[in-house]
Nanobody, 124 residues
């Protein structure tokens, strides 16, 4: 059983930056693809970014491409989401997820484990 705990959310002005972290425990972190998803009020959860377990190409939603960067530190069992040039439409609860030996999928159903989420609010 893998446990995921997100941190780093908060309130930021438009154009600002935040770095989210997701710490994993209970499994072999390096064997899991990691993804970030988000859910805005009254909207469905959507894909943000993902990184495969084995290295290789990362995957981004068009809405965040060029502004957000996903990375991982296997020694620290942590995945990060660096978010720059934030916009009010980035306001959401951000969740990290893990997929065993995954390939950075965009689809929620591929992921085996989920964190509880961290709130990101971008003010105009």
């Amino acid at each position: 059983q893998v446990q995921l705990v997100e941190s780093g959310g908060g309130l930021v002005h438009t154009g600002g930056s935040l770095r989210l972290s997701c710490a994993a425990s209970g499994g072999t972190f390096s064997m899991y693809a990691m993804g970030w998803f988000r859910q805005a009020p009254e909207k469905e959860r959507e894909f943000v970014a993902a990184i495969p377990w084995s290295g290789g190409l990362t995957n981004y939603a068009d809405a965040v491409k060029g502004r957000f960067t996903i990375s991982r530190d296997n020694a620290k069992n942590t995945v990060y989401l660096q978010m720059n040039s934030l916009k009010p439409e980035d306001t959401a609860v951000y969740y990290c997820a893990a997929e065993y030996r995954g390939t950075a999928a965009r689809t929620e159903s591929y992921y085996d484990y989920w964190g509880q989420g961290t709130q990101v609010t971008v003010s105009p």
